[in-house]
């Protein structure tokens, strides 16, 4: 079960692995979908480093697939891991489980 704090990381970490499911990408690329699959509605407004900002790193989840040198710092390229395809696939099983219960109040 997940504690209160975690329920709106653990969202952004769904939304972030089913973007990266889709193929490799950079942070601002994963931003970018996100905003526009959610119809503009899932917006934050700096392009946070996804991997830095959500805790993962290079060995767990993703993994640097590239990088993409059109600016001066150039742009990590990430991809999921088998580990993150797993973890993509809990975290659906879990957000189908949350999503059941909360309609279950919301139309008791």
């Keep these: 079960m997940l504690k209160e704090s975690d329920s709106l990381q653990e969202t952004l970490h769904l939304l972030i692995l089913k973007t990266?499911?889709?193929?490799?990408?950079?942070?601002?690329?994963?931003?970018v979908h996100i905003q526009a699959a959610s119809d503009e509605r899932c917006?934050?407004?700096?392009?946070?480093?996804?991997?830095?900002?959500?805790?993962?790193?290079?060995?767990?989840?993703?993994?640097?697939?590239?990088?993409?040198?059109?600016?001066?710092?150039?742009?990590?390229?990430?991809?999921?891991?088998?580990a993150g395809f797993k973890r993509l696939s809990e975290a659906e099983e879990s957000w189908a489980t949350l999503m059941k219960s909360v309609g279950k109040v919301l139309y008791a």
């Design 20 to 31: 990266l499911q889709r193929g490799p990408n950079d942070g601002f690329g994963i931003r």
């Design 43 to 82: 917006v934050w407004r700096r392009d946070p480093f996804i991997r830095h900002s959500i805790g993962w790193n290079e060995s767990d989840l993703l993994k640097v697939h590239g990088r993409l040198l059109t600016t001066d710092r150039g742009h990590v390229i990430t991809r999921l891991t088998n």
